[in-house]
C-alpha cells in the first residue's frame, strides 16, 4: 500500500454535498413541500378559512370525482392544451429546423429576434391581441374594408372564445417551444445525414429516418414545456376567453378568489391538477436524461 | 416598547364610547361639571395612530375625506385594498386590523357576526341625520347600527337601443335567445337571485334546494348566450363601448359613461325589481381610533364628499342632500325618490343564508 492510498482511505467529514443542497431542498420544503402540503390540509377541511371546527371530510374530492362539472372543465382545458401544444410543436419544429441547419452565421440574431417578444410585458402582448381580434380590432377591420364582411356583422368570435385562448397561447409559447427543438436539432451528428446521403437516401427519407427520430426528445420536451403551464393557464382566458375559454385555472383562481371563495373545491383542484402534472413532469425528465444519452 | 404601545394605542370598547357620550353630554347639561366633562373628553379621545381603513381601490382618493384632514390636519388616514368581501373577511382572520372596513350590503349580517366590529355610535356622526332612512335601516343588525351607509347604486340592465329591441322590461332581455353572444353577466353569485326574481321565486335570497337547482339549471340552459362574465368595471365598459356587447347587468354608472361615448344606451329598470346595492362603513372591535373613525364616516358622509363621488364616480352617495351635476345621473338615480332604493321599487341586497351554497352552485354554472 503507498503512502498516497493510506491517505486516501482516511475517513474525514464531507460537508460538501450536503452544503450545496442544504440550501436549495430547504428551500424546495419550505416554498414547494409545505405549501402544497397546506393544500392538502384544506382539501380535506383540516384547515379552512370558515371560523371555527371542522370534521375532515373527503366531501370536495368525492365532488370532483363525481361529478361533471369541474372534470368536465379539466378535460375541455386538457383539449385546448393538446391542440395547442400540437398546433405550436408543428409550428415551431420548422422554424428550429431552419435555424439550425441554414447554415447562417446569424442564426443567433435570428434567435434572439425569435424570443424578442418577451422583452415586453406578458399582459401587454395578450391585452395587444384584444386590439387585433377585437369587432373593431384590425382583423374585423381588415374585412370590412376588403368587402368580405359588413361593418354590421363583423365576427365576433375572434374575442372572448376558445379560439381567441388558443391563438394567443400559441403565440406567446411558439419561441419557448422552438428553443427545445432547437437544441435538439443543433446538436445532432451531421456525419449521420452525410452518411445516409452516401448510401442513396433522399434528402427526405434522411428527414424521416434520421433527423425526426434524433430530434423525438426534444419534440417531446417542447410539448410538455407548453402542455403542462397551460393546462393550468388562467390569465389568458381571463383577458380573451368570455365564456366559452374558461379554462380549469380560471376555476381554481375563482374558487380561492372571486365572489364567496371556496378553498376546499379549489385546494382539491389544484392537487388534481398537480397529479396530473406531477407524471408528466416524470416523464419530461425521462425524456430529457434521454436525449442527453442519445447525444 | 410594547407597554409604550398599549398606552398609546388604548383599545376603546362600544362602553367606553358610550361612556365617552355620557361624559360628553353630562358636562354639557351640567354647566358647573364642564371642566370634567373636557377632561373627560380629552381622556377618551386621546388617540394616537394613523387611521386604518380597509376598503376598494379607487376610494382612497383625499376628495372623499376631505373635511376628515380639516378636522385632522396632516392625518391622512392609512389605505389597505380588499377585493371582495371574503378577501377583507381573510384579510382580518390573518390578523389585520383596521379601524374601518366597507363591506357591501349583503355581507352586514356575516361581518357583524365575524366577531371583528362593533356597531357605531350614530352621535357622533353629525351628517348621520341626512342619510337615506331606508338605507341607515339597511345597515342595522339586531337593532344595532353596524352599518354607516356611504356609495350605492342599481343592478340593472344597460342596452343599446340601435341593436336591441327588448320584449318587455324584464331581467328576461340577460337571457334573450336573440342575442346569442352579445350579452354579459356580473360575475358574481347573485345571478342565481336575478334567476330566482325572474323565475318567479318568493325569496330569491333563500330559495329552497328546488327552486336554486331551477335557478341553476336555468342559467346553465343560458349560459352559451353570454359573451363574458365580467368582474371589473373596466373590462364591461371597454367590451361594451367596443361593441362587444349590446346588453349587459350593469351599474348606473356604465350607462352614464357609455352615453358619454355617444352610443345609444338606455338603462333599463326591469319589472321584477332591480337590485340595489350599498356600501356599508364597519367599525372595527375595540379600535384603538373611535373618534378618527367616525370622523372619517363623517366626513365620507358629508355632502362635499358625497357630490364629489357622484360627479366623479357616478355612484350614489347616501347623503339625500347631495345632487350630482350630471342631470343624467340625477335622473338614472332616481334620487329625487329616496325611496327608490328599496321595496317595492327595488330589492336591496340582503343577508345569503346559505352563500356558501349559492357560491358553489355559481362556480358551477361558469364551469359547466
Excluded at chain 1, 131 to 138: D, E, T
Excluded at chain 1, 176 to 192: C, G, H, K, W
Excluded at chain 2, 72 to 89: D, S
Aim: net charge positive; no cysteine.
Amino acid at each position: 500500500m503507498g503512502r498516497g492510498e493510506g491517505q486516501l482511505k482516511r475517513p474525514r467529514l464531507d460537508l460538501a454535498t450536503p452544503g450545496l443542497l442544504g440550501l436549495p431542498l430547504a428551500w424546495l420544503a419550505a416554498f414547494f413541500i409545505v405549501p402544497i402540503a397546506i393544500v392538502g390540509a384544506y382539501s380535506v377541511d383540516a384547515l379552512s378559512i370558515v371560523p371555527g371546527k371542522h370534521p375532515l371530510t373527503l366531501d370536495g374530492w368525492r365532488d370532483l370525482l363525481h361529478g361533471s362539472v369541474y372534470l368536465g372543465l379539466f378535460w375541455k382545458s386538457m383539449k385546448m392544451s393538446l391542440v395547442v401544444s400540437g398546433v405550436v410543436v408543428v409550428l415551431a419544429y420548422p422554424l428550429a429546423y431552419f435555424l439550425a441547419f441554414s447554415g447562417t452565421k446569424r442564426k443567433y440574431v435570428l434567435l434572439l429576434i425569435l424570443i424578442a417578444p418577451f422583452l415586453t410585458s406578458y399582459l401587454l402582448r395578450v391585452l395587444a391581441w384584444k386590439v387585433i381580434l377585437g369587432s373593431q380590432g384590425v382583423v374585423n377591420t381588415f374585412l370590412v374594408w376588403i368587402g368580405l364582411r359588413s361593418p354590421d356583422d363583423p365576427i365576433s368570435a375572434l374575442l372572448y372564445s376558445r379560439f381567441a385562448v388558443m391563438l394567443v397561447l400559441a403565440y406567446i409559447w411558439l419561441p419557448f417551444v422552438a428553443l427545445p427543438i432547437f437544441v435538439s436539432l443543433e446538436s445532432l451528428d451531421t456525419r449521420l445525414l452525410e452518411a445516409a446521403s452516401d448510401l442513396g437516401a433522399t434528402r427526405w427519407q434522411a428527414f424521416l429516418r434520421i433527423t425526426l427520430p434524433l430530434s423525438l426528445p426534444g419534440i417531446v420536451a417542447a410539448f410538455l414545456f407548453i402542455f403542462i403551464p397551460t393546462v393550468g393557464e388562467f390569465v389568458t382566458p381571463s383577458l380573451v376567453g368570455g365564456t366559452s375559454g374558461y379554462m380549469y385555472g380560471n376555476q381554481i383562481s375563482d374558487l380561492f378568489g372571486t365572489g364567496f371563495p371556496d378553498w376546499r373545491t379549489g385546494s382539491v383542484l389544484a392537487l388534481f391538477l398537480l397529479a396530473v402534472v406531477v407524471p408528466l413532469t416524470v416523464v419530461f425528465a425521462r425524456v430529457s436524461r434521454t436525449e442527453r444519452v442519445a447525444h | 416598547m410594547e407597554n409604550e404601545r398599549d398606552l398609546t394605542e388604548r383599545r376603546l370598547s362600544r362602553h367606553d364610547l358610550l361612556k365617552l357620550a355620557a361624559a360628553a353630554g353630562g358636562a354639557g347639561l351640567v354647566a358647573g361639571r364642564a371642566g370634567a366633562g373636557r377632561a373627560a373628553l380629552a381622556r377618551f379621545t386621546a388617540e394616537s395612530g394613523t387611521l386604518q381603513v380597509l376598503d376598494w381601490a379607487g376610494y382612497e382618493v383625499k376628495q372623499l375625506w376631505q373635511p376628515y384632514l380639516k378636522k385632522y390636519p396632516g392625518q391622512a388616514p392609512k389605505f389597505t385594498f380588499m377585493t371582495n368581501e371574503a378577501n377583507a373577511l381573510a384579510k382580518l382572520q390573518a390578523g389585520l386590523r383596521p379601524d374601518v372596513v366597507r363591506p357591501y350590503v349583503g355581507y352586514i349580517q356575516d361581518f357583524a357576526q365575524s366577531g371583528f366590529f362593533q356597531p357605531w355610535t350614530p352621535a357622533l356622526i353629525s351628517n348621520f341625520k341626512h342619510l337615506n332612512r331606508g338605507m341607515v335601516k339597511a345597515g342595522q343588525f339586531g337593532g344595532k347600527q353596524w352599518g354607516i351607509p356611504a356609495d350605492w347604486g342599481f343592478d340593472a340592465i344597460l342596452y343599446r337601443t340601435d341593436k336591441v329591441k327588448p320584449k318587455a322590461r324584464s331581467w328576461g332581455l340577460l337571457f334573450d335567445e336573440r342575442y346569442k353572444g352579445k350579452i354579459a353577466w356580473f360575475d358574481d353569485l347573485n345571478a342565481l337571485v336575478v334567476a330566482g326574481y325572474y323565475l318567479g321565486f318568493k325569496k330569491p335570497y333563500d330559495q329552497s334546494d328546488a327552486e336554486l337547482k331551477r335557478s341553476q339549471d336555468f342559467l346553465k340552459s343560458k349560459k352559451h348566450l353570454v359573451r363574458m362574465f365580467w368582474a371589473s368595471e373596466t373590462d364591461l365598459d371597454n367590451a361594451f363601448a367596443s361593441g362587444e356587447l349590446w346588453i349587459a347587468y350593469a351599474w348606473p354608472n356604465d350607462w352614464v359613461l357609455m352615453k358619454g361615448k355617444g352610443l345609444k344606451v338606455e338603462y333599463m329598470y326591469p319589472k321584477e325589481g332591480p337590485i340595489s346595492w350599498i356600501g356599508m362603513f364597519m367599525l372595527g372591535k375595540n379600535t384603538p381610533r373611535p373618534q378618527h373613525a367616525h370622523a372619517f364616516v363623517d366626513a365620507w358622509s358629508s355632502v362635499q364628499s358625497a357630490k364629489w363621488l357622484e360627479d366623479n364616480y357616478g355612484y350614489g352617495e347616501a347623503n339625500t342632500l347631495a345632487r350630482p351635476t350630471s342631470s343624467d345621473l340625477l335622473k338614472v338615480l332616481k334620487l329625487t325618490n329616496p325611496r327608490a332604493v328599496q321595496e317595492p321599487n327595488a330589492h336591496i341586497d340582503r343577508h345569503i343564508p346559505r352563500r356558501s351554497l349559492y357560491a358553489r352552485m355559481w362556480e358551477e354554472v361558469k364551469a359547466s
